[in-house]
């Protein structure tokens, strides 16, 4: 086979500055020394090193996963000439002000850059944007003295970081977090406790590494109003910048996983010898808070990962689809003809087109949610600003949890696609599923970020993030109504959308009454419900622009046509699976609150 690109620089293209337009970016203040020349330059850049440095080795990253020898942690050296290469291209600084020698991109093009890292090696570029998280949440929330001492380093790809949130006995409920934080009597703070499942915890990649360490005060009330956020190096860093001491954090041992084998997984000890040193971020039991600053961008990164692992495993199969050849046309009674290639079976095209409408439509509201972090971090206007946020607030778990699911399941059709070939180590697809495995169960379990979409976001200030996003669905149909080879999947689209209003109205009402646990027991089918109903939104923007565009050539003509293929594909075979969602959530369906544990 010819080699694999595993992410579609065309889509990328398509959605930002076809569907999305981001040189009108460039008219906010920050980005006016910007221009479409510079981003598609950024965007080129990373594709080269993309492929360059981090697709080179994701195979042998997984083949030769970290492990533990006399208490250090050994890594393919590889990883480090990408990360290196990385931080040498100015990637690490994306995002940061030219003062700071960033490139002050806009965070839409930086998500694109990042979208082709992850799809390359997705486990090499998760250390790079845990750094970043840890560099954004230092300059948002630390002191200038400590982002000096912290970001900078990270800005310049000398320092990486971590989140260190998760403990043994506390993942998706972080309100019973053990972890504490004794003031040391000179400004300075001592940790002591257990973390689990750190990635990135502990390696040679980098100088130092910063964690970012949620612990409890000594006063601190219980729950998640008692958390603080603290800075923990694991060497600490003299105020000339220069490394000290290594600091008392300890790697009690690495997880061995099922798949992004390339990233060390730990489980760290912090203060066994009673000298594990932190710095407060910001003010006491703020931490969960501010941690939150990180793990919303997580959130989408996490997305944005299975998408693209999504997208590795869509384009490989494609490409095996086109090029293997098996079987005959049912009505193809001879059996001296030559076999097709298995794309031209109408059931290969199904699975085909199944994950190019999850991988291509998830990749589109990413993009989309991150214009909304752009227009809530520039836009002029309070009242626009308000909007993007509570938006952005609404589909975050919608892009995390929609997208993992989702483009898990394209993977799984990926292996089908290359059939006993597929389930083989000789071939990628295995390694995207297990991969991608992950996406589920990290920043989030899917579970929570159901609860916190029908929980949270869709009530907040009284449905206005929901009602925002029925405005701006309902704008779209209006728009595709009008192209008649759009207006049916703009009526279904309008009829959908008052699904979500209708249910979202009885689930409200439930939990008006007080029957929370009701309402919120078939939590996970709402976000299917309204993440199929915002995809299918994405997918009829897309196709708008599609049916629009003045192809420039045949492979563009390719193009459009294949986006209203896999916008009709969801409208058609996706879209009206949310009718039993929507009835079952709306008859407060209550077949598993009340089954008792014990018969299970
Ligand atoms: C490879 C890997 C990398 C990770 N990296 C990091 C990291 O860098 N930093 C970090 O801090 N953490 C990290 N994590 C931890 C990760 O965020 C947790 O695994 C996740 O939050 C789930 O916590 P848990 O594993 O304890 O599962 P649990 O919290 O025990 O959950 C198990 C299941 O029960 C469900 N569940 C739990 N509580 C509820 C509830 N109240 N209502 C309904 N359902 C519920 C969940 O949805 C889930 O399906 C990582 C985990 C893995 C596996």
Partial sequence: MSAHVPFDRRDLDFLLHEVEGVSALCRHPRFADHSRETFDATLDAAAELAMAKFASHNRASDLSEPH??????KILPAVKDALDAYAEAGFSALLADAEEGGMQLPYTVALACDAMFAAANVSTAGYALLARGVANLLRAHATPAQCARYRTPILQGRFLGTMCLSEPQAGSSLGDIRTRAEPAGDGHYRLSGAKMWISGGEHDLSDNIIHLVLARLPDAPPGVKGISLFIVPKFRVNDDGTLGARNDVQLAGVNHKLGQ??????????????????????????????????????????????IMLGSAGYRYAL????????????????????????????DVRRMLLQQKARVEGALGLAMHAATLVDAHDQDPDPARRAEAHRLLELLTPVVKAWSADACLEANDLAIQVLGGYGYTREYPVEQCWRDNRLNPIHEGANGIQALDLLGRKAMMDGGAALKALLREIAATAAEAGKVPALAEHALALVRAAGLVARTTGVLGQAMARGEVRLALANASRYLR?????????????????ASAAAPASAADRDFYAGKLAACRWFFVHELPTIEHDAALLAALDRCALDTPPDVL
């Fill in 68 to 73: 533990f020898v006399d208490g250090r942690v």
């Fill in 261 to 306: 084998r390339g990233i060390v997984n730990t489980f760290l000890k912090f203060g066994e010898r009673g000298d594990c040193f932190g710095e407060l971020v910001g003010a006491p039991h703020q931490g969960l808070a501010q941690m939150f600053h990180m793990m919303n961008e997580a959130r989408i990164g996490v997305g944005v990962g299975a």
């Fill in 529 to 545: 419900l309204v993440g199929h109903v915002a995809i299918a939104w994405i997918w009829l923007r897309q196709a708008r622009v």
């Fill in 319 to 346: 490409q095996y689809a086109r090029e293997r050849r098996q079987g005959r046309h049912p009505d193809q009674k001879d059996p001296a003809s030559p076999p097709v290639a298995l794309i031209e079976h109408a």
